[in-house]
């Protein structure tokens, strides 16, 4: 079965850039999205397509998708962006998350 | 305004069965394909199921193959999941999406819990 790896954890300073990647076979050769967990909360889409944002999403957040990892950044990172960050993908008629990343700004 | 909102979760016993329930509005039903997710105690996000359109593709999760049923009912903009012979590791909270699998989730509802324990 087709598996996502992401890192455990990434810490940051506010106003500082945090890169969250997911790792697959040959990743790029699909579309990756990125969803955000705050503690209590439902998931939020933040991309999609490997680099679209919903509406609503600030335009801080990007992607990247290429090779065998896909990239989350967020760009001056702000308190409220402290969450729990997971990738997804479709492969072989499943969807696939990777194992989430938490995301700490310190 | 989109809404999904979960209900049927509850305490089951292993081997008992579970059918969940998700009620949309604020969007034309048939017209997106759903999922389910769930998320154990502490855990990360996991698929279970998912719809297209119409309801004639379903997609599962291998663990759940044989025992869980996705279905939808249009005319009432309902995404439903029938789940059996479920064991301790179905417990979690389990979430409605919408969205077509290979798109991505954009709304999700609130989660409803499911705990399998003797």
């Known amino acids: 079965s087709y598996e996502l790896t992401q890192p455990p954890s990434v810490s940051v300073s506010p106003g500082q850039t945090a890169s969250i990647t997911c790792s697959g076979d040959k990743l790029g050769d699909t579309f990756a999205c990125w969803y955000q967990q705050r503690p209590g909360q439902s998931p939020v889409l933040v991309l999609y397509?490997?680099?679209k944002r919903p509406s609503g999403i600030p335009d801080r957040f990007s992607g990247s998708n290429s090779g065998n990892t896909a990239t989350l950044t967020i760009s001056g990172t702000q308190t409220t962006d402290e969450a729990d960050y997971y990738c997804q993908v479709w492969a072989n008629n499943t969807v696939v998350f990777g194992g989430g990343t938490k995301v700490t700004v310190l | 305004e989109v809404q999904l909102v979960e209900s049927g979760g509850g305490l089951v016993q292993p081997g008992g069965s579970l059918r969940l329930s998700c009620a949309t509005s604020?969007?034309?039903?048939?017209?997106?394909?759903m999922s389910w997710v769930r998320q154990a105690p502490g855990k990360g996000l996991e698929w279970v199921a998912s719809i297209l359109q119409d309801g004639n593709k379903k997609y599962y999760l291998d663990s759940v193959k044989g025992r869980f049923t996705i279905s939808r009912d249009n005319a009432k903009n309902s995404l439903f999941l029938q789940m059996n012979s479920l064991s301790v590791e179905d417990t979690g909270l389990y979430y409605c999406?919408?969205?077509?699998?290979?798109?991505?989730?954009?709304?999700w509802g609130q989660g409803i819990l499911v705990t399998v324990s003797s």
């Open positions: 604020g969007f034309t039903f048939r017209s997106y394909g």
């Open positions: 397509q490997d680099n």
């Open positions: 999406a919408r969205g077509s699998p290979n798109w991505g989730s954009d709304y």
